[in-house]
């Protein structure tokens, strides 16, 4: 209750209180810069953990979201388990080796029938009206 | 009306009669001019059918197949390019023998390719397309659809310079010869059993077909005999019609000449009006379609021109077609895209 009597007191004081000449002339430009100077200070991880904290308080985050992320986890676990013990046993998970190119076989095939041709190319767009 | 319904009454017996014995004699197998052709068709098939191949060809596309015809006794066969595609083997079947061929010119513009096998072969002689009239018997042969030859009968129903307004290089014959795939390349013989043209493209669903004069194809093979190459002639001549005159008569006249062409250096101007290119008369300007094909690089060509009131012949010396750009003596065949004039 003494700390309540005293804040109350410097109170009542700080009516009195007059700020010098030309005080709010520049107010904000100060404030501003006081404000910046204060934040070099502070580390910038505790920057970013802050902001984040703050972002993540904001965020309402629905109760099976839990269980969908959890589920997630286990399954990708699970995939990557799966890859390491696969023949291969190559550790690379989820790569697959480029397969050669399948070779053009088309009608090569000699058992299958060719291409019958009856056209060719006789005509042109080009204008024939020179020479 | 009763005078035409007399004459209806009176003509019909007559019409019924002739339209009776024309059966009968057929049925009986008597009819002169019926007959007549069937034998002068078979003969001139039995004739020629030995020199009529099929031509197979691989590349990394697959195998194609069609029809060619030995042109002389050394193995010349003429086809046509869409049977070789990128070609890296082509072989010759005639009868039970089995060549393998070369490949020595393909020419783009009409699709004609010329193949050679290594061996003494049967060989139909060459006519003159130029003498093709209209409405006359035309015989096909060749192989459709893996059958052993066999022919198709038509008529010469037009010569065409375009077709869809897609311009042929040359004036092609266009024929109601039914043709199948695998007649691509196929000689067309008159009823004197030789050679007038070569199937290139089927039309209107196949019951027609448009076919190469044996001229052109002939200027071609001549060329690669002369210069190992085809050379196309150019002169540097761009051509336009004339407005129609009161004489109503069709006018061809030279146009945008470029300076430092064989035409500017010969002395032939702008606005003089072309009357015969070589031994084409040019009436219009798609006259000079055939008039162009038929010209020859380090050849000369009589250009007859009216200037005012004065006919002027110029010779001009033309050069190798600036828009024939192979190298001399590659007979290479391109990828020459195909055209279904068919419609399909």
Known sequence: ?131 | MSRRSVSDMVGFPRAFAAAVVLATTAIAGQDPLGEALSEKVAAIFEQGREAVVRIESSDRHGRLTGTGFYADPSGTIYTVTGVLGNAEEITVFQGLRKLPARLLVADGRTGLALIRVEANTPFLPLGDSADVKLAAPLIAIGYPRGVPETFSFGMATGFDRQFLNRYFRTTHIRASIPVQPGLGGAPVLGLDGKVIGIVVAGTDGNTGCYVLPINAAEKIRTDFARFGEIRPGWVGVSVEDLPITEENRPRAKVADLLQGTPAAESGIQDDDILLRVGEVVIHCREDIIDASFFLTAGDSVPVLVQRGSKEITFSIRSVLDPAHSKEPGTPVVESIPRFDLSGN
Do not use: C
């Not at chain 1, 009608?107 to 042109?124: A, F, G, I, K």
């Open chain 1, 1 to 131: 209750m003494p700390e309540k009597t005293d804040i109350q007191k410097l109170l009542r004081l700080k009516r009195y209180e007059k700020p010098p000449e030309g005080y709010f002339d520049d107010f904000l430009i100060e404030f501003q810069r006081r404000q910046r100077t204060e934040l070099l200070r502070v580390p910038l991880h505790e920057i970013l953990w802050d902001r984040a904290t703050s972002w993540l308080d904001s965020v309402r985050v629905p109760s099976m979201a839990y269980a969908a992320i959890l589920i997630l986890g286990a399954g990708a676990t699970g995939v990557i388990w799966t890859g390491l013990e696969s023949p291969a046993g190559s550790g690379a998970v989820a790569v697959a080796a480029p397969l050669p190119a399948p070779a053009i076989t088309f009608s090569q095939d000699p058992n299958l029938p060719p291409s019958y041709v009856l056209e060719t190319r006789p005509v042109s767009y080009e204008s024939p009206f020179s020479f």
